[in-house]
């Protein structure tokens, strides 16, 4: 294995990570309309309250990781998709801003205005991530300067969007998850009943999306031609995620969480694998697609990086989980 | 308006507001650990609420600072596409080191530091408060060598021509520790740490002036003082180690810094002036020769003027040279500040000095000032190149992206940011009123 399917690997594990952390603090926030009073909400932000920082920085440092590994994806990507980036950020700014300042003035107004900034930011991000991830798996125009030669609205495809709202559906489940495991009482009743009837949104959702994918996006259909064992990858993500609905029946969000866990993962190795060795393919025009060769810094550069990141990840890794295991257990309505 | 102007005006809009945050909460993090010390070495119940007093206005500064700071680490791609494509082989693994090595550090403890006081010992919460400040302290680290070496690049050659030239780097430790990466990191550690001691001064002078919580006041005042004091004689001997680097690999920018046109000896450094730049010369206070012995300790030693370097090559040198000297008058201000403070805090009449203290109460505005205008002279100083020397910022900006798509970022960035400002500043208001007693807890969603 090459330095440059490395460092592939490692950007897909980056991304991954931040679905599987940040995923469920945004799915909170897509849920938190349906808590009914201001107790049920700020129970549901003060869940979240100690990690959502840190895990949020799994973004900052996929990005840092692609700038640094494949500066003309940054390049490409982020100036080509301008106007969705900069709604990103303006929807990651606004979360913070309401998980920070809701809790500062005790009017209902206030708070309310923080509830509605907090959902609709959590919901824009995620279908904004979707529909990203959708579209890069489907191929964007690029011109043979490397440059994006699309448009904003070109990303609303179909395809993209399904994307986008899978992922709105997925982050809710996981997120609904998160809070069975973190809250008691009624709360934890109403978050295994938002689990259910957001798992019957995913559920179809994430048939209607691998059916898409492998009818529609032929570099699906081709990577299970070429490697039929690469079928597993959705087939045990369906399985993990039809053991979500097991578990949740059983009444073990624990378990659910960690099924549907791993589901994100196998998804995540499905299009990882899809794309492989493309970062950013071209669509109509394959030849013009940035891959892991010709989109790369220098080998040295590679080879720092990996120093940098074998040597630092494994201890960030280790003092994350020794974090959330401080914050184990139901949550405090009052945390400070 | 073109889209290179347009997409600078909101790189400065977003760092530069960015930037009033993370130097105050490097300079509180330094300033937590040593009230959380206290506490943990001498058990005094006033440091611990001391502590947590100031944790919580920490808390406010760094979830902003976090807020506006992801701006920036998407902000290369998004409008400086071009420029991320030259430096990305040397300048990306900076800002990748920056969040595996530093930013994670930071914010995981710092869940601990807001809300872990009763989940874990106290000596792993003085440990966390150590890990969070020293977080701040390697994550601006990692930015400055990207920075500088945008200034002073080091440890890269360039590979391939015209549009497909791109830097890659030969020596790692050559670009993380370039000509001006240690310089100007001590001088931007300086800085911080004054804004968070100036701040905590101006807090404690209020409390004092006003007759609240005059305990934890005094005892604040001195915990910043001492900080302030020591940070800003600290700035003298970094702002000169700086000033020679920037003499000997930036003299373009040093000339504009004070307005030398004519390459002389004994080079002038003016107390303040106007730079008339039409007949090249300025009008204002000079001292003859202090900048020659400055930079070269003798003031018979030339130094380059701004004619030796081509018009095109030139900064803006009027503006340079205003935001360079009131940078350098807020120090000169802030070293009599608290030099006085040391004076009267000596002879034991600290708190009775209210001439003193009204003096102090505005007084967390003079390092952030500093800072902005600081870095105003430095980067505009580097212009108009975006890595000096080598790559010029009209060819850095993004191909794809036009003028009104940034019009409209630009226009949803600053009034995000005007609503930011306003909410810290509120809020922040709120936490000095309610003051470090734990008599009545603050409402909090927590």
Redesign the interface.
């Known amino acids: 294995m090459d330095l440059n399917t490395v460092w592939f690997a490692l950007v897909v594990a980056l991304l991954t990570g931040y679905a599987l952390l940040d995923g469920f603090d945004l799915g909170v926030g897509i849920l938190h309309p349906l808590a009914q009073d201001g107790e049920e909400r700020r129970m549901l932000m003060s869940s979240i309250a100690p990690v959502w920082d840190g895990n949020e920085v799994w973004l900052l440092t996929g990005g840092g990781a692609i700038f640094a590994a494949f500066p003309n994806v940054y390049a490409t990507l982020f100036s080509g998709f301008y106007l969705a980036l900069i709604l990103l950020l303006a929807a990651l700014i606004l979360r913070a801003l309401s998980l920070e300042f809701r809790g500062q003035r005790p009017e209902p107004s206030w708070r309310n205005a923080w509830d509605w900034t907090f959902a609709g930011a959590s919901l824009v991000a995620s279908l904004l991530l979707g529909t990203a991830l959708g579209n890069i798996v489907r191929g964007v125009p690029i011109g043979t300067d490397g440059e994006f030669s699309g448009s904003f609205l070109g990303l609303l495809n179909p395809y993209g969007l399904l994307m986008g709202a899978f992922a709105c559906a997925l982050f809710a489940l996981h997120g609904a998850l998160y809070l069975g495991c973190k809250t008691e009482g009624s709360l934890r009743e109403k978050a295994l009943a938002w689990a259910q009837s957001s798992f019957n949104i995913f559920g179809v959702l994430l048939a209607m999306m691998l059916c898409a994918s492998l009818f529609f996006i032929p570099r699906i259909g081709e990577l299970l031609r070429l490697h039929p064992a690469a079928l597993a990858l959705p087939l045990l993500a369906v399985l993990a995620a039809a053991d979500v609905r097991r578990e949740l029946g059983c009444g073990s969000p624990h378990r659910a969480l960690l099924a549907l866990s791993a589901s994100i993962v196998l998804l995540a190795a499905l299009f990882g694998a899809s794309l492989y060795p493309d970062l950013l393919p071209s669509l109509p025009s394959p030849e013009n697609s940035l891959d892991i060769y010709n989109a790369c810094s220098s080998p040295k550069t590679l080879k720092i990086m990996l120093v940098i990141a074998l040597t630092g990840m494994p201890v960030v890794v280790a003092y994350q989980a020794f974090v959330y295991r401080i914050f184990r257990g139901k949550v405090r309505p009052d945390a400070y | 308006m073109s889209v290179e102007l347009l997409a600078r005006i909101q790189f400065a809009l977003t760092v530069g507001f960015h930037y009033l945050y993370p130097p105050l909460s490097i300079g509180l993090g330094v300033l937590i650990v040593c009230l959380e010390g206290r506490w943990f070495f001498s058990q005094d119940p006033l440091y611990r609420r001391l502590s947590e007093f100031w944790t919580r206005i920490f808390g406010?500064t760094f979830?902003?600072g976090?807020?506006?700071g992801?701006?920036m680490?998407?902000e290369?791609?998004?409008?400086w596409?071009?420029y991320?494509?030259f430096?990305?082989?040397?300048?990306?693994?900076p800002?990748?080191?920056?969040?595996?090595?530093a930013?994670?550090?930071e914010?995981?403890?710092?869940?601990?530091l807001?809300?872990?006081?009763g989940?874990?010992t106290p000596r792993f919460y003085l440990a966390s408060s150590v890990l969070v400040a020293l977080g701040a302290h390697l994550s601006a680290f990692w930015i400055i060598v990207a920075n500088s070496w945008q200034q002073t690049p080091a440890g890269f050659h360039i590979?391939g021509e015209g549009?497909k030239a791109?830097a890659?780097?030969?020596d790692?430790w050559a670009m993380v520790f370039n000509p001006s990466t240690l310089d100007r990191y001590s001088h931007v550690l300086g800085g911080a740490w004054m804004t968070g001691a100036f701040f905590m001064v101006s807090v404690s002078a209020y409390y004092l002036l006003r007759k609240r919580h005059e305990d934890g006041a005094k005892a604040s005042l001195k915990t910043g003082l001492a900080l302030a004091a020591l940070a800003s004689i600290l700035q003298l001997g970094t702002g000169h180690v700086s000033a020679i680097t920037v003499a000997k690999h930036q003299p373009a920018k040093l000339a504009a810094f004070e307005g030398l046109y004519e390459t002389r000896t004994w080079a002038p450094l003016y107390a303040f002036g106007w730079v008339d730049a039409k007949n090249e010369r300025v009008i204002g206070l000079p001292v003859p020769g202090l900048l020659s012995l400055l930079v070269h300790f003798d003031p018979r030693v030339p130094v380059t003027g701004l004619r030796e370097i081509p018009a095109q090559d030139r900064p803006p040198v009027n503006f340079v040279f205003q935001t360079y000297h009131i940078m350098i008058g807020l120090g000169m201000l802030m070293i009599g500040l608290s030099a006085a403070g040391l004076f009267f805090w000596w002879r034991g009449s600290l708190f009775e000095q209210r001439w003193l203290l009204r003096a102090y109460l505005p007084s967390f505005l003079l390092p952030q000032i500093a800072n902005q205008t600081g870095w105003i002279s430095a980067e505009v100083g580097r212009q108009p190149w975006i890595v000096y020397n080598l790559l010029r910022t009209s060819q850095g900006f993004?191909?794809?992206?036009g003028a009104s798509?940034i019009l409209?970022?630009l226009i949803?960035f600053a009034l995000?940011y005007a609503?930011?400002f306003i909410?810290f500043a509120?809020?922040l208001w709120?936490k000095i009123e309610h003051g470090p007693d734990e008599a009545t807890?603050e409402?909090?969603?927590?």
């Open positions: 406010l979830a902003v976090v807020a506006t992801i701006v680490e998407f290369f791609g998004t409008n596409a071009s991320s494509r430096v990305g082989d040397v300048f990306g693994s800002l990748a080191a920056e969040g595996v090595f930013f994670f550090l914010s995981i403890f710092l869940g601990v807001l809300f872990g006081r989940r874990v590979v549009l791109r890659e780097i030969t790692f993004s191909k794809t992206v798509e409209f970022s949803l995000l609503l930011i909410l509120m809020t709120n807890q409402p909090t969603w927590t």
